[in-house]
Each structure stands twice: as C-alpha cells, then as structure tokens.
T-cell receptor, first 112, second 116 residues
Framework: SQKIEQNSEALNIQEGKTATLTCNYTNYSPAYLQWYRQDPGRGPVFLLLIRENEKEKRKERLKVTFDTTLKQSLFHITASQPADSATYLCALDRDYGQNFVFGPGTRLSVLP | NAGVTQTPKFRVLKTGQSMTLLCAQDMNHEYMYWYRQDPGMGLRLIHYSVGEGTTAKGEVPDGYNVSRLKKQNFLLGLESAAPSQTSVYFC???????????????FGQGTRLTVV
C-alpha cells in the first residue's frame, strides 16, 4: 500500500543546532517533493520544492535533499531559532501532478 | 491580494444538517483542492478540481460533494453532516508552472467544523 512517513511526531532541539526532519515514502513515484510549514491554527505555507532529478535544494537556512533510490527526503534547518518552531509537512505529487498527498507532519520545537 | 479565502472560519452543525463551505482564490489558479486535517492523520484530500467545471475524487470523498462553476470558487458541500466529519477543512489552490508541472499549493486559513 502507499504510505508517507515522517520520522517522528515531535522533535526538540536546542537553539543554534541543525534540525533534520525525514520524509519516507512507499509505492509512490513522485516527480517532485515539497515541504510546508504549518503554525497552530493556520494553513500550511510552502517552503521548498525539489524535483526528482535534483539532489539538493537550498533557501537561506533551509536545505532539502531528495533520494529517489532510498525514497527519502531530508529537510534541514541550520542555526535553528525558536521562531522555527512549527509543524513541518512533506508532500508528494500524485495522479500525474494533479494533486498532492501529505505526510502526517513533524512538530519541531526549538528550545532557547 | 487576498490569496485563498475560506468562509466560514468556524461552524457547529447538528447531525443531519447540511452546509456549504466556500473557497475563493484571486490568483487565477487552475487547480483547487479541499483537504481535511485530523490529529495524527495529517491532511487528506477530499476532492479536487483541475479547472472550471471539473471535479475529481480524492482519498476521502464519501459524504461530501463539490462544485467548481467559476474558476475562482470551489464549494464543498455536506449533505447530511455526521460527527465523523468534525475536522478542520482546508482549501488550497495551485498553478501549472514550467513544463506544465504543478507548483506549490496556497492554503486558506481553514474552517473548524464541529458536528454534534
């Protein structure tokens, strides 16, 4: 069956450290993968998109990798700050890109 | 530029009542989606539309209907609400980008629906 998993429901790290979140998928063949941030009571907000032929993508303190052999994406936040505390969702394209399927999310808490 | 706007933001229904959630986007996006979000289950796709006048079923379509009569609006209907439909509902839209690839989704603020 098809499945998307994110490494843990919650992750706590100290301010200044690098947070690494994992997204694993089974029985999907995405052309691209996206990461979103969701704050309590708000809708998800797009952060980064990485295509299947790209190994790595960066945006400011964010870095995403995509390994189609391992069927895994890693999402890194370097020099983390308390303001980075939120739930992070990965999403895969599906049905020839007509819609997206989301992972359950990882709630990140950056402790001062 | 409002982006994606959902109405209402909160609603309490009695079992068996009906209601319509409205989603409006002002970005001229082709694709629109309705998701529900429940604790521990993430976002699940209810229905989606790839253009005006078209709709398609997602992962959890039972008990819901949708219509896309105008490009900017996507309506989600509950004909006979059940307690299992208590959830937070999100509408989203997206656009075809380079190479006709679907791009990032823009989400509304959500509608918190409680069915008692």
């Amino acid at each position: 069956s098809q499945k998307i998993e994110q490494n843990s429901e919650a992750l706590n790290i100290q301010e200044g450290k690098t947070a690494t979140l994992t997204c694993n998928y089974t029985n999907y063949s995405p052309a691209y993968l996206q990461w979103y941030r969701q704050d309590p009571g708000r809708g998800p907000v797009f952060l980064l998109l990485i295509r299947e032929n790209e190994k790595e993508k960066r945006k400011e303190r964010l870095k995403v990798t995509f390994d189609t052999t391992l069927k895994q994406s890693l999402f890194h936040i370097t020099a983390s700050q308390p303001a980075d505390s939120a739930t992070y969702l990965c999403a895969l394209d599906r049905d020839y890109g007509q819609n997206f399927v989301f992972g359950p999310g990882t709630r990140l808490s950056v402790l001062p | 530029n409002a982006g994606v706007t959902q109405t209402p933001k909160f609603r309490v229904l009695k079992t068996g009542q009906s209601m319509t959630l409205l989603c409006a986007q002002d970005m001229n996006h082709e694709y629109m989606y309705w998701y529900r979000q429940d604790p521990g289950m993430g976002l699940r796709l209810i229905h989606y539309s790839v253009g005006e006048g078209t709709t398609a079923k997602g992962e959890v379509p039972d008990g819901y209907n949708v219509s896309r009569l105008k490009k900017q609006n996507f309506l989600l209907g509950l004909e006979s609400a059940a307690p299992s439909q208590t959830s937070v509902y999100f509408c989203a839209s997206s656009q075809l980008g380079q190479g006709l690839m679907n791009t990032e989704a823009f989400f509304g603020q959500g509608t918190r629906l409680t069915v008692v």
